[in-house]
C-alpha cells in the first residue's frame, strides 16, 4: 500500500489541478475575507452610505457583534467552497485513472484492493488538510494586517476546530470516492458533486421530509455538521462535538465498505 500511496502523493504533486484547487481556495478565501471585513467595518459603510452605495456579506452588516477568527474563516470559505472544491478534486483525481485505464492494471497487479482505496482517501485527505491549514494561516495574516480586526479565539479552540474540520475532511474525501468508483463518470460524479456540495439537493428534499415529519434527519448530514462545527467549536460544547465525531465517524465507515463492495467487483 505504501508504495500505491507514494504514488498517488508523486501524482499530487505533478497535477496542475491540485495547484489550480490550491490557487483559487486562497484566492477566493482572500475576496471572501475582504468582503467581510467591508461588510463589518462601520467607518467603510458609514462611507459607502454617503456615496448611495450598500454592501453586505452573506446577509452580514456592520451593525452585528464583531465575529471571531474562526466565524470568519467558516463563513469566508467553509461554507462557501469547502465541499465543492473537495468533491471536484478527488473526482478529478480518481476518474483520471478511470478514463486511462490506469486502475485495471493496478488491480491486475495489487491482489489487495483495499489498498487502492486507502492510498486514494490517505493521499487526497493530507491534500486537503494542507490546503485547509494554508487557508486559514492567509486568514490569520489577512486579520493581521488590519490589526485584528476579528477577535483571535483561544488557542484550544483553534486547535479543536482544525482538528475536527480535517476529519469531516476525511469524511468528505471519503464520499466523493465511493461516488467515483461507483459512477465512474467524471461528468455524471461532477454534476452530483455540484448538486450536493451547492446544496441543491435539501430544496428538494427538505419539503418532502417536512411532510412526514421527518426533517430532523437532516440535522445529521455531512454539510450540516459542516455548518454548526464553528458553532459547537466556541460553545466548546463536548457532548455535540462527541455526537459530531460518532455520526461522522459512521458515515467514514458506510463510504468505505459501499467502496470496498464496487472494487471487489470483477468487473471494475
Known amino acids: 500500500m505504501f508504495n500505491l500511496l507514494r504514488m498517488d502523493i508523486k501524482r499530487l504533486k505533478k497535477s496542475k489541478s491540485s495547484y489550480v ?28 452610505r454617503e456615496h448611495g452605495f450598500i454592501f453586505q456579506f452573506n446577509g452580514t452588516d456592520s451593525s452585528q457583534i ?62 486537503f488538510i ?56 467524471k461528468s455524471g460524479c461532477i454534476g452530483t458533486v455540484i448538486v450536493y456540495a451547492t446544496g441543491i439537493w435539501l430544496s428538494i428534499i427538505q419539503p418532502l421530509l417536512g411532510i412526514i415529519g421527518w426533517q430532523h434527519i437532516l440535522d445529521y448530514t455531512l454539510m450540516n455538521n459542516i455548518n454548526i462545527l464553528a458553532q459547537n467549536v466556541k460553545n466548546i460544547d463536548m457532548n455535540s462535538i462527541l455526537v459530531m465525531i460518532v455520526n461522522v465517524g459512521i458515515y467514514i465507515v458506510v463510504f468505505i465498505v459501499l467502496s470496498l463492495l464496487r472494487l471487489c467487483k470483477k468487473d471494475i
Open 21 to 48: 484547487i490550491l490557487i483559487l481556495s486562497m484566492l477566493l478565501c482572500l475576496l471572501a475575507f475582504m468582503a467581510l471585513y467591508i461588510a463589518l467595518n462601520p467607518d467603510l459603510q458609514a462611507w459607502m
Open 66 to 127: 464583531q465575529m471571531t477568527l474562526i466565524d470568519t474563516f467558516q463563513n469566508t470559505y467553509i461554507q462557501s467552497f469547502f465541499a465543492l472544491f473537495i468533491g471536484i478534486m478527488v473526482v478529478l483525481f480518481n476518474c483520471h485513472e478511470n478514463e486511462c485505464g490506469f486502475s485495471k492494471n493496478i488491480f491486475s497487479i495489487h491482489v489487495n484492493r483495499s489498498h487502492y482505496l486507502f492510498s486514494k482517501i490517505i493521499s487526497l485527505s493530507l491534500y
Open 130 to 185: 494542507l490546503v485547509i491549514s494554508i487557508c486559514f494561516i492567509e486568514t490569520i495574516v489577512l486579520n493581521l494586517c488590519l490589526s485584528s480586526f476579528f477577535i483571535v479565539n483561544p488557542i484550544n479552540e483553534i486547535i479543536l476546530y482544525l482538528v475536527m474540520l480535517w476529519f469531516l475532511t476525511i469524511a468528505l474525501v471519503c464520499l466523493y470516492s465511493a461516488l467515483s468508483i461507483w459512477l465512474k463518470s
